[in-house]
């Protein structure tokens, strides 16, 4: 069946490192959204992609959607304590099934 | 505070229960989605309600139902529970197809 997963599953960084969680869907996806889900928390909408090779940049953080709208991938430049959480890529595919990632839990030391 | 409301936040039952969990979406949303998540495990989407009408199913089981109505708030009911239905479930809205998500703070389902 569809999957959507990501890598690594876990990620531990010294505070000022940086970071990235690589999504790679089976399927073509209509778009992909990452959420941010902090410990005991809800996911939170960070942001969304559309197009084919899209690249989005939110102060440190750098969103890219593949060619084939298969993969994806967030990277954190100089991390810090606030980032930690777990995030997780999703998206429909063209069915209008909505996938979510297997997340990637990132743990920043300071 | 996403403007999604969930209730009950807790509940404990017993194995062979029936429960139901309610979910009001943000003001104007018409799209809302069920999510389970088990102990330090992912989100696994369970179905989506557009406007009333369903939309897509996901790993939902057959002891477990839901809907949406015309007020637009949905309820997701759990029967027959068991011990593995323990987890957190997400009711999520969006405005609608493909949009963005905003995520309610969840109940967590504890049977014992």
């Known amino acids: 069946g569809q999957q959507v997963m990501q890598i690594p599953q876990y990620q531990h960084v010294q505070e000022g490192e940086d970071f990235t969680t690589y999504c790679n869907s089976s399927?073509?996806?209509?778009?992909i959204q990452w959420y941010k889900q902090r410990p005991g928390g809800h996911p939170v909408f960070l942001i969304q992609?559309?197009?084919?090779?899209e690249v989005k940049k939110q102060k440190r953080l750098t969103f890219q959607f593949g060619e084939a709208k298969k993969n994806s991938s967030l990277h954190i430049t100089a991390t810090q304590t606030t980032d930690v959480g777990t995030y997780f890529c999703?998206?429909?595919?063209?069915?209008?099934?909505?996938?979510f990632g297997t997340g990637t839990s990132l743990t920043v030391i300071p | 505070d996403s403007g999604v409301t969930q209730t009950p936040k807790h509940l404990i039952t017993a194995t062979g229960q029936r429960v139901t969990l309610r979910c009001s979406p943000r003001?104007?949303?018409?799209?809302v989605y069920w999510y389970q998540q088990s102990l330090d495990q992912g989100l696994q989407f369970l179905i989506q309600?557009?406007?009333?009408?369903?939309?897509a199913k996901g790993n939902i089981l057959e002891r477990f139902s839901a809907q949406q109505f015309p007020d637009l708030h949905s309820e997701l009911n759990l029967s027959s529970l068991e011990l593995g239905d323990s987890a957190l479930y997400f009711c999520?809205?969006?405005?609608?197809?493909?949009?963005?998500?905003?995520f309610g703070p969840g109940t967590r389902l504890t049977v014992t």
């Open positions: 999520a809205s969006s405005p609608g197809l493909y949009y963005e998500q905003y």
């Open positions: 399927t073509t996806l209509s778009n």
């Open positions: 992609l559309v197009k084919s090779g």
């Open positions: 999703a998206g429909p595919d063209t069915g209008n099934q909505f996938y």
């Open positions: 003001s104007g949303d018409l799209s």
């Open positions: 309600y557009y406007n009333g009408e369903e939309r």
